[in-house]
């Protein structure tokens, strides 16, 4: 024998055999083995068990565990294509494929359309073990696909619980620190009246670290509070007319918009269902920092207006102000994020947090556009489903 003869052999005597658990639904003896055979001299090592009728069906199912049903069409007593309805009573996913003599295109195709995975011919029991390797393959792949879409809604509620959990730590937090803290502010204010001026320089400078640190803390929580009652408080839902909520945005903000010299227009606005306090805060957050973050070199110009797609209303705030870097233009939407020292610009890094909040909740996204030293455009859409009756969303 060769040595090319001997390796043949070796490998030819370890190949694999795939074990396959049929369940054949047969009367006709001969028919099951020829069936089997063609398995078996293809590469399957299979148990199998025959059934005609629905009991010995059933019983079996539970019984073998099968990886696949081999069912003929017609039987005595029974038919083939009734294991599709027993399998899914019994909430099991076994590809059933038809082994059958004639049977006509318009049956087969319905009989696929009634769960049948495939159907061979028993004239053609040659193509058997092809069906059998596609019907597990697809059937592994259902069941992976099946798996991940499990873990997402796993995933989906665990995120769901921890942002729960993070949202009512971080109420009661801020909430519970709050008392404390006035302890803590009015004594310090109270040293300061009593004592300034009368210890040394150093003693001044300490309580007044002291104090200011604890306001400032204190606006913080604030703030925090703030951020974490957004929706907490329950949302109330009616008519806005935006038009009417811009104008008292502007008629708030009006000093500022004095004193800056900012020339703001409004396009038309629309009017929809939604929550009127919110939507006056997005505004009012967006404006605000628009006049905030402008430029010391040129007139502050700022344009809000909304337009209508298919899916939802998209606003828009622009401004011609210091513009935001590229690496920047997400992480502004985080809790107390800020891009510049409190001496440059005032404010802690929440008016952005609560507007994204905001808008999420109402099942719409807030984003920026922007260049350093060319503007920013903040863009946030209000889907029309819950701005309610589209018809009542008009500009
Ligand atoms: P705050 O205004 O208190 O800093 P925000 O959450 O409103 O907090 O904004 C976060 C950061 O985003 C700001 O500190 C600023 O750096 C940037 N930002 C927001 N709006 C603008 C704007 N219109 N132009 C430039 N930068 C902006």
Redesign the pocket.
């Known amino acids: 024998m060769t040595v090319t003869g001997v390796k043949l052999q070796v490998e030819s005597s370890t190949k694999l055999k795939i074990q396959l658990r049929v369940l054949l639904i047969e009367d006709n003896q001969l028919d099951s083995e020829l069936i089997l055979r063609s398995l078996r001299s293809n590469g399957y090592e299979v148990a199998s068990v025959v059934v005609q009728d629905e009991a010995a069906f059933t019983k079996a199912l539970r019984a073998h565990n099968p990886d696949v049903v081999l069912a003929d069409y017609n039987l005595p007593t029974w038919k083939g294509m009734e294991a599709v309805a027993v399998m899914h009573r019994e909430g099991l996913d076994v590809p059933l494929i038809l082994v059958s003599g004639a049977l006509g295109d318009v049956t087969a195709v319905e009989c696929i359309k009634r769960g049948a995975t495939d159907y061979v011919l028993k004239d053609g029991l040659a193509r058997l073990p092809e069906a059998i390797r596609r019907a597990l393959e697809e059937k592994a792949t259902r069941q992976l696909r099946l798996e991940a879409e499990r873990n997402l809604a796993r995933k989906a509620t665990e995120l769901e619980r921890s942002n729960a959990d993070l949202e009512q730590f971080a109420y009661v937090a801020s909430h519970d620190l709050q008392e404390p803290l006035r302890m803590v502010t009015a004594y310090t204010q109270l040293l300061a009246e009593r004592y300034q001026g009368k210890l040394d320089a150093d003693a001044d400078k300490f309580i007044g670290y002291a104090s200011e640190g604890a306001q400032r803390m204190q606006v913080l929580i604030q703030d925090l509070l703030a951020f974490s009652r957004v929706g907490r408080d329950g949302v109330v839902r009616r008519e806005i007319e935006c038009n009417a909520v811009m104008l008292e945005v502007l008629q708030t903000l009006s000093s500022a918009i004095q004193e800056s010299g900012a020339a703001i227009t409004a396009g038309a606005l629309p009017t929809l269902w939604g929550d009127r306090t919110q939507l006056a805060q997005i505004f009012q957050?967006l404006i605000g920092?628009?006049i905030?973050?402008r430029q010391e070199k040129e007139p502050l110009i700022v344009a809000i207006s909304a337009e209508k797609n298919d899916l939802e209303w998209r606003f828009k705030v622009t401004?011609n102000?210091?513009?935001?870097a590229p690496e920047h233009l997400e992480n502004?939407f985080i809790v107390f994020?800020?891009?510049?020292a409190r001496t440059e610009?005032p404010?802690?890094?929440?008016?952005?947090?609560i507007c994204k909040k905001i808008v999420e909740r109402a099942g719409g996204k807030i984003w920026v556009e922007?260049a350093v030293g060319h503007g920013?455009s903040?863009i946030f859409t209000m889907p029309l489903a819950s701005c309610g009756a589209p018809e009542a969303a008009q500009p």
Not at 337 to 340: E, K, V
Not at 347 to 353: D, H, P, R, S, T
């Open positions: 957050n920092n628009a905030k973050f401004d102000g210091i513009g935001i502004i994020q800020r891009l510049h610009y404010g802690n890094g929440i008016g952005l947090a922007s920013s903040f």
